[in-house]
């Protein structure tokens, strides 16, 4: 994120590096802010989408996150 008159960007999901864990992305195709400051993050090779709350300092699985696949519990390359 960037405050008013900053010269750097704060970040507020991931930033930990390529990866499948809760606090990693995996190439984000796609980003979603509510009112609230939610983020919703297409998570595209993790085939999954991602939800971070406002300070969190790891986000939760909202849907897929079980491989690639036609499954109900599967997403094949999410993005926006």
Known sequence: K???GATEGVIVAGGQ????SL???SYPR???VDPSGT????????ARVMRW???AKQGEVIAGG???GEEPNQLTWPSS
Not at 17 to 20: I, K, Q, S
Not at 39 to 46: R, T
């Open 17 to 20: 590096g390529n990866g499948d």
């Open 30 to 32: 796609g980003i979603v």
């Open 66 to 68: 079980n491989g690639e």
């Open 2 to 4: 960037w405050a008013d």
């Open 53 to 55: 709350f406002k300070d």
């Open 39 to 46: 983020l919703y993050i297409a998570d595209f090779s993790n």
């Open 23 to 25: 606090s990693q992305l």
